[in-house]
Every structure is written in structure tokens, then in C-alpha cells.
């Protein structure tokens, strides 16, 4: 039997118990005495307990439910079957609405799954035909309706398209894409219908990997959770005692039972679990994929953050750095030839240059008589007009440059850039400069790292040194280590860990390694399926830096209710422990006050779900 159900069925058995001793009770019926009734009521609750608390013994753990096994079986030995009853409905009353609790709180994170792609329609010469997506192969080029969720991680075949990517990447607004622009699954055509090609098949594809990490999240167990249940080492004899100074005192055991069932069932069971699954659904809606609650609650008390750096903190590609412009000529204009030119090539940069020229929305035109010079550059006919573009060996040979470009000549010299000179009829028009820049919000994320809490920041890169210092300091960062290979990032990761909590972020396959052995390793925009994403404990499903100070901001959020509602909750089971002791509650009204007390926590608790307050600091 599924253990909820049982845990309905138990809370049943023991609300229908109490009321038919109370009927029998109040009405004088004979068919048997109400103590009767109300221990064959609590009896099966005694007895699932038991046995629970035993699974738990063999396996080397001790849990705070051990006190509402104590109670309960001292109220029946000692004639209180009416406290009994009450005990075993404030336990498996608990339970249940543990599990109401539990899951409202995984409801954003089944929604993930529940919405997963089921087919695709796969097109040939022919027809098009719906297949199961474990039928797409890669390669194959399939038809995306109006509306319809992508099946698979694919490349655009036709012009354009529109997205929905927030169930992906928490972008609340639509996105266009061109041609040749990569997809993923799970994302929603917000527009017309288009054609895309397969490049994974469904098992490896985004969203394939979103569900496994959500099926990681519903099951994974914080430390923090076992934590708490290791303080039952400490509560259960501490409860014993206090039972047994009252006993002793009052030589009364009906006093030590009105302990007993105040203390039970324990607030540190029901808080932490419902707090830490609450702020992982918070992520979730977020687009931040946390690997388990153990990762959000490491991500607390995290002090130190290490950043890759191309791709993390910079770009990562060939980004528009500058356009030094011939007297006469316009940028705009120069950008839409170059890219037009670069229509016919397959160098590496040509596909950034048409998606910066599209982005600012130029018309291309279809360039004739292309010639590629390999490593060099292109020479051809745009607009009936001879364009020119590449190195300056090959658009100038051994000509001077004019005075307007020799200022740019001096500034980037000896920087990490592609500088491409064109020309238009022979005649140098401009000069595109193309580096790798640093992401516009990278100096807010650091700013609002520190605010966070996080003392020491440090960029840690496998690029040269020179180009580490300047975009470190353009960020003003504690420390750079460069040159480094793999095995050098795990290395100063270890070395960051042992003097504080350690987060590392990147986002390439060179990066996996250090993001395993960080404290908590966040990939950056990772797709689905990399070396990265499997590596890291929590994924960044949007290509920004923002989401990294909201996992720290929802982390250290929902640690803080899961420890208020523990500590709050303990103290006012232990002010109706010390009543009960002084004699001023019985064992009845001590359970039923006891049962306000863990619905009040996890009331709390539940508050992990929302927003919170927007500000950033950690006290």
C-alpha cells in the first residue's frame, strides 16, 4: 500500500474510533466500554509506528517519533485511552498534512514533467507523419505547430520563429529566433508554425534532462534533515527525564504521560523537509533546477563564489567589440555587408556576425561570385558592389592605413580580438573589431554577491593571464588564477573549500570537474545532457548571471524559515512540557495543544514557497 494512503487510512481509523467511544460514551450503549473502542483505535497507528521506528533502528537512525511511540504506549498501559486516541490522531494527523503540505510544495515541479513532450511530427518529400518522440533520430526534420511544445533539442530550418522559453529558462517574454539559431525542447511555439532539424534525440535533449533532475529533487534528503533527526538523540532521553522528575515529584504517572504527549510529535520532523522542498519549487519557478534539497540548503552557507570566465563572465563567443568607421560611411551599413558576405561562409565567425546583424534587425542580401580565402577572409559581389572582408594582409597587402583607423590599430594591439578590415570597391570602409565581452550583467551580479553575504569572489579560467587581469578587474575581483587546466581548477576549488563553503560556476565541459567538487557546483545556462549539467548540483536554465544571486537569495531564505519554525516550535514544546510537568495540562489538552504547535510550523514553513522580500542580504 502506497505509505500516504496508509496514512490516511491510519488518521481514519483513529478519528472514527474516537467518535464512536465518545457515542457510546454519551449515549450508554453496550456493545463495548468507550476505552475498548478507543484502544482498538490507536492500537494500529501504535503498531505502524512501531514498526517504522524499527526499519529506521536497523538502517542506524533514530527519529524524534520514537517520544509519540512512548506516549502512546504508556497512556494505554496506564489506563488513558482516551489520551491515546487523541496522540494517535495528532500523529497521523501530522503525517498528512506533512504530506498535503509536501505536496503542495512539489506541485511547480511535477507541472515540469506532467507538460513533457509526447510526439513529434516528423516531415519528409512525402508527407508528414506523427511519431512517438523516441522515434526521432537526429537529423530528422520535424514540423512544430502553432502552440505546440518542441520534442526535441533541434537547429531552425526556416527563417523565424517565436518562442515561449519560461517553463525553460524563466524568461517571461517571448523570443525570436533565425535560422540556424539553436532550440530546445520543452520550449512552446508562440508563433507560426516552422521546420527545425533533430541535433538529440529525446532521451538527450533539455527537457529530458529537466525531468530527471526534478525526480532528483522530489527524492534527495537534505543533510539538514538528518540533522534533525539526529537531535532526537539528545530530545528523547531529555523528554524521559523531565517525564520521569515529574513522576517522581508528583508521584503521579499521569503527570510523566501529559509530558510524553505534549512532546510528540517533535516540530524538527515536519519544518525542515516542507521548508527545503518548498524553496526548491521556488527555484523551480524561477527557471533555477536545484539537484535536491541538500544543494539548496549547502547553497545557505555558501561564502565564497569562484566564476569561470569565458562563457561565465564574459560571453563566451565572438561579440561586436567596435566598428571604426571610413569618413562618409555608416556602421549599420558596413555591418549589413559584412554579414551578407558572411551568408556564403562557414568560418566559425560567420554565424555570429549574421546573428549580430539580424539582431539589429538589417536586411541581408544575397551575396554572388563569393570567394573564401581559407584563414583569411571573403571576397565577393554584395548589391552589385565588391566587398572585401578579412585579415588586413588580405584586404590591404602592404598599403598604409588611413589616418581614421590608426588610433583602433594601437588600441587593440596585442589584445585577444579578431579585427576584420572591409573593404567596398577597393577602398578600406571600416573596421570590425569581434572579442569576447564581459556580460552586461556581470558587474551587478558581483555587486549583489557581495551584499549577499559572499566575502571572496575569484575568477578562475583556462585563459591567459592578461585577459583574465583585464576582465577581473574591470569587476574588481578578489583573486584570478589563469592558465589553468581541469585538474588545476579542481585544485584551487579544494583549496577555496577548505577555508570556506565554496560555490563554483561555469559552464563548459572543462568546467565539470571543479563544479563536482565545489560545495555547489551551478552551471551556467547549461544544455541538457553536458558534462556541466550532470556535474553540477544546481543548473541555470537562462544564459545570465542574475538567477545565481536568486538561488543564493531563495537558499538563504528558506534555511532561515526551515530553523525559525524548528526553534520556534521547540520552545513552545518545551514551555507546554515544563505545564504539563507543574501539573497545569493533561494529557489530553497537552495533545491537542501539541497539534496546534506542528500545524503552526508547518504553516511556516510553507512560506518558502513565496517571493519573500526582494532584498538580497543575509544576516
Request: proline share 4%; net charge neutral; with cysteine.
Amino acid at each position: 500500500m502506497n505509505e500516504s494512503v496508509l496514512r490516511r487510512a491510519l488518521m481514519i481509523i483513529a478519528v472514527l474510533g474516537l467518535a464512536l467511544g465518545l457515542g457510546v460514551w454519551r449515549n450508554g450503549i453496550d456493545i463495548a466500554s468507550p476505552d475498548a473502542i478507543w484502544t482498538a483505535a490507536t492500537l494500529p497507528v501504535v503498531a505502524t509506528l512501531a514498526i517504522s521506528i524499527l526499519r529506521d533502528f536497523w538502517i542506524g537512525r533514530i527519529g524524534v517519533d520514537a517520544i509519540a511511540l512512548v506516549s502512546m504506549s504508556a497512556a494505554l498501559l496506564l489506563g488513558q485511552a482516551l489520551a491515546a486516541v487523541v496522540v494517535a490522531i495528532m500523529y497521523a494527523g501530522g503525517t498528512v498534512l506533512e504530506d498535503f503540505a509536501r505536496g503542495r510544495a512539489e506541485r511547480n515541479l511535477r507541472a515540469l514533467t506532467d507538460r513533457a513532450p509526447r510526439v513529434a511530427h516528423r516531415t519528409s518529400a512525402q508527407s508528414t507523419e506523427t511519431v512517438p518522440i523516441e522515434q526521432v533520430a537526429v537529423g530528422d526534420e520535424l514540423l512544430v505547430r502553432a502552440g505546440e511544445l518542441l520534442p526535441v533539442d533541434g537547429i531552425l530550418i526556416d527563417a523565424s520563429a517565436v518562442l515561449d522559453e519560461s517553463t525553460v529558462t524563466g524568461e517571461p517574454l517571448p523570443k525570436r529566433r533565425g535560422a540556424g539559431d539553436a532550440l530546445r525542447s520543452g520550449t512552446v511555439n508562440a508563433g507560426e508554425a516552422f521546420v527545425m532539424r533533430a541535433s538529440a534525440i529525446a532521451d538527450n535533449s533539455t527537457y529530458a534532462a529537466i525531468v530527471r533532475m526534478v525526480a532528483a529533487a522530489q527524492t534527495a534528503k537534505a543533510p539538514f534533515i538528518r540533522i534533525a533527526d539526529r537531535f532526537a538523540l539528545l530530545l528523547l532521553p531529555i523528554t524521559l527525564l523531565l517525564a520521569g522528575i515529574a513522576w517522581y515529584l508528583s508521584e503521579d504517572p499521569i503527570r510523566a504521560l501529559a509530558v510524553l504527549v505534549v512532546a510528540t510529535p517533535c516540530p524538527l520532523i515536519l519544518a525542515a523537509p516542507v521548508a527545503f522542498i518548498g524553496g526548491v519549487s521556488r527555484a523551480a519557478r524561477a527557471g533555477i533546477l536545484m539537484k535536491g534539497s541538500a544543494a539548496l540548503e549547502a547553497l545557505a552557507q555558501i561564502r565564497t563564489a569562484i566564476f569561470d570566465k569565458t562563457g561565465t563572465l564574459t560571453l563566451g563567443g565572438a561579440e561586436l567589440l567596435e566598428i571604426e568607421v571610413a569618413p562618409g560611411r555608416q556602421a549599420d551599413e558596413l555591418l549589413r555587408l559584412l554579414a551578407s558576405l558572411e551568408l556564403a561562409s562557414h568560418h566559425v565567425l560567420a554565424d555570429s556576425i549574421v546573428r549580430i546583424a539580424r539582431h539589429k534587425t538589417l536586411m541581408l542580401s544575397q551575396p554572388r561570385d563569393v570567394r573564401e580565402h581559407r584563414g583569411e577572409g571573403l571576397k565577393g559581389q554584395v548589391d552589385h558592389m565588391s566587398v572585401a572582408a578579412g585579415s588586413r594582409q588580405l584586404v590591404l597587402g602592404n598599403e598604409p592605413l588611413p589616418r581614421w583607423a590608426e588610433s583602433g590599430e594601437n588600441r587593440y594591439l596585442d589584445a585577444q580580438v579578431l579585427r576584420v578590415f572591409l573593404t567596398i570597391d577597393d577602398r578600406l570602409a571600416g573596421i570590425l573589431t569581434f572579442g569576447d565581452a564581459v556580460r552586461q550583467d556581470a558587474v551587478d551580479t558581483v555587486r549583489a554577491l557581495r551584499s549577499a553575504g559572499i566575502t571572496r569572489i575569484v575568477m578562475l579560467t583556462g585563459d591567459d593571464g592578461r585577459a583574465a587581469e583585464k576582465v577581473s578587474a574591470s569587476l574588481k575581483l578578489d583573486a584570478v588564477f589563469a592558465d589553468a587546466t581541469p585538474a588545476d581548477k579542481v585544485g584551487t576549488v579544494e583549496a577555496e573549500k577548505a577555508t570556506a563553503p565554496t560555490m563554483m560556476v561555469g559552464d563548459g565541459i572543462n568546467d565539470a570537474p571543479a563544479l563536482a567538487a565545489a560545495t555547489v557546483g551551478i552551471a551556467l545556462g547549461a544544455r541538457g545532457g553536458t558534462a556541466s549539467s550532470e556535474a553540477a548540483d544546481v543548473v541555470v536554465l537562462t544564459d545570465s548571471l542574475r538567477p545565481v544571486v536568486e538561488a543564493l537569495r531563495i537558499a538563504t531564505r528558506t534555511r532561515a524559515i526551515a530553523l525559525q519554525s524548528i526553534i520556534v516550535g521547540l520552545a513552545l514544546s518545551g514551555a507546554a512540557m515544563i505545564a504539563a510537568a507543574m501539573g497545569h495540562l493533561t494529557p489530553v489538552a497537552g495533545a491537542l495543544l501539541q497539534e496546534g504547535i506542528d500545524v503552526a510550523v508547518i504553516l511556516n514553513a510553507l512560506r518558502a514557497l513565496g517571493e519573500g522580500r526582494l532584498d538580497h542580504s543575509r544576516k
